[in-house]
């Protein structure tokens, strides 16, 4: 809990993490409302799904271009710069009147938050290769306590009657709150680096980070969607716990977030991604008894394991010499992104196929290639 201290008690460190929290609080409160926006427009699931996946492919279209956009400008200006772009770009899919119009709301909201993505975790590791201090893991925290207080904010859906005017108040919370702490952040540049021409030596590192990142976010991907039909259809739960996987896996995602620092200063990066594979993986072990309250305990474990990869991932990829900071970011999120959205319908396709059971196999051999490749990162620091 250092690092969660740390944060609440500066304002340098609490700027950048309330960033991560505005970029939930504004995309859970989108997605509460994803059911009211297809039955406003009058569309069908597929064609819900293809103005969704609009919004991943602004994700991605960003990727390549955000790294050279933040060197220019400064990392600091680019992460308040994202808050500015990724609050406008809320309003608009909850006030397209057709389709194509929320295709291309979503595509410019997915744009945004993808830049923004990319700042803030570049940011962090500025901020801790500046300070010698560690935080990463708590900031991706408070993205997931961004997410609780979307969540919360879904109490106002009936009083309000109104989803644009509940978005407008969540961009007021988050750019309010933004303008205050951002002169905390905004000055801040990224440290010179010794670039090295491209070699295929220079590469290794970040494709093999690139990989662990694609697997830990797709089984979290796998998790979030897949979770809730397992209990119901293999542990056969009631119906008052099909929603407990995931809800337990939040929570621990959260709480291992906050915890994570602390304890990455002691083991080590690498160890800590280690150790996040080994819980997953008993964790996987209790959800595959198909047992419905061991199965709740290990999709619990799983999200302790899963809190700290993602975060001490970004902060090696920050840190790999010859490559700055930003371009080592851009990499890990757009790889980590793939795997979470391309995971979840690949496991749809094997368990139609298959079973439920057999995805969890698969996730369960994810997390043992991801503890195998920290041996690989081991020997490089080596």
Same mark, same amino acid.
């Given at each position: 809990m250092k690092s969660l201290f740390l944060i609440l008690s500066n304002p340098r460190y609490f700027g950048p993490a309330w960033v991560f929290a505005s970029l939930n609080i504004l995309f859970g409160t989108w997605a509460i409302y994803i059911p009211m926006v297809k039955e406003g427009l009058e569309i069908d699931k597929s064609q819900l799904g293809l103005a969704i996946f609009f919004l991943s492919l602004g994700v991605f279209t960003v990727f390549p271009i955000a790294a050279k956009i933040i060197n220019s400008v400064g990392?600091?200006?680019?992460?308040a710069f994202g808050v500015f772009i990724s609050c406008v770009a809320a309003l608009l899919p909850l006030v397209a009147p057709s389709l194509y119009t929320l295709m291309a709301a979503l595509f410019l909201f997915g744009a945004s938050?993808?830049?923004?993505?990319?700042?803030?975790? #570049?940011?962090? #590791?500025? +901020?801790?290769?500046?300070?010698?201090?560690?935080?990463?893991?708590?900031?991706?925290?408070?993205?997931? +306590?961004?997410?609780v207080l979307a969540g919360l904010g879904s109490?106002?859906?009936?009083? +309000?009657?109104? %989803? %644009? &005017?509940?978005?407008? &108040?969540?961009?007021?919370?988050?750019?309010?709150?933004n303008f205050i702490f951002m002169k905390q952040y905004y000055p801040v540049k990224a440290a010179p680096v010794?670039?090295?021409?491209?070699?295929?030596? &220079?590469?290794?590192?970040?494709?093999?980070?690139?990989l662990v990142s694609f697997m830990s976010m797709g089984s979290e991907g796998a998790i979030v969607d897949w979770s809730g039909l397992y209990l119901k259809e293999i542990s056969l739960a009631p119906e008052a716990l099909w929603g407990a996987g995931f809800l337990g896996f939040q929570v621990t995602m959260t709480l291992g977030r906050f915890l994570g620092d602390g304890i990455s200063e002691k083991l080590g990066s690498v160890k800590m991604v280690a150790l996040g594979a080994l819980i997953a993986m008993t964790g996987y072990g209790l959800v595959l008894t #198909?047992?419905?309250?061991?199965?709740?305990?290990?999709?619990a474990l799983s999200g302790l394991g899963f809190s700290v990869m993602v975060p001490e991932l970004f902060r090696i990829g920050g840190n790999v010499r010859g490559v700055e900071s930003s371009q080592g970011v851009s990499f890990?999120?757009?790889?980590?992104?793939?795997?979470?959205?391309?995971?979840? %319908?690949?496991?749809?396709?094997?368990?139609?196929? #298959?079973?439920l059971v057999v995805c969890f196999v698969i996730l369960l051999s994810c997390a043992l290639l991801v503890l195998a490749a920290t041996a690989f990162m081991n020997r490089k620091k080596g």
């Open positions: 990392v600091g200006r680019a992460t938050n993808g830049f923004t993505d990319i700042s803030m975790n #570049t940011l962090v #590791t500025e +901020l801790e290769k500046e300070d010698k201090a560690k935080f990463m893991s708590a900031a991706h925290g408070f993205f997931s +306590l961004g997410g109490f106002l859906i009936g009083p +309000l009657g109104n %989803p %644009p &005017l509940h978005m407008l &108040l969540a961009v007021l919370l988050v750019l309010g709150v010794e670039k090295e021409p491209f070699s295929l030596k &220079l590469f290794k590192p970040l494709l093999l980070l690139g #198909t047992q419905t309250y061991l199965a709740i305990i290990g999709f890990i999120a757009g790889m980590g992104y793939m795997g979470f959205l391309v995971a979840p %319908p690949v496991l749809g396709f094997v368990a139609k196929s #298959t079973s």
